[in-house]
């Protein structure tokens, strides 16, 4: 096996992990590592790719975003609301010290990421997001 499909696998499975121990702890992003997970898969192993595809986990959080549906209002609520979480936290420890260029930059990327969700994303309702495809 090559070092790089080694690479991608071990990062692949860290980053399902991740994901995973994100749906039950809401600091941790669950959409962006599985994102990563499709992507370290897909360049790794076929096989665990289309196994992850088919998972319960990835239709839930993802499969509607992928095929550029969108997401429901809730998943969009679930990200912005634990990203807006880590950032505040970040935020309220650096302007404590009085390291304020780092929290302007931060509260410019936390506008982008809220932009982008609520704006850069389209919003599915519940019977799109349900309806078999044909």
Request: with cysteine.
């Amino acid at each position: 096996m090559k070092l790089k499909r080694v690479i991608f696998l071990i990062l692949g499975c860290l980053c399902l992990a991740l994901g995973c121990i994100g749906i039950a702890l809401p600091i941790l992003p669950t959409v962006p590592f599985f994102l990563a997970t499709v992507f370290f898969f897909a360049n790794s192993s076929q096989r665990l790719h289309d196994w992850f595809l088919g998972t319960e986990m990835y239709k839930k959080h993802l499969e509607s975003y992928v095929k550029k549906k969108g997401m429901l209002m809730k998943t969009k609520l679930t990200i912005v609301s634990s990203v807006t979480l880590m950032m505040a936290i970040g935020f309220m420890l650096m302007f404590r010290k009085g390291i304020y260029i780092p929290c302007a930059i931060l509260a410019v990327v936390w506008i982008c990421h809220v932009v982008y969700f609520f704006f850069g994303v389209k919003t599915i309702s519940e019977k799109t997001e349900v309806q078999p495809e044909h």
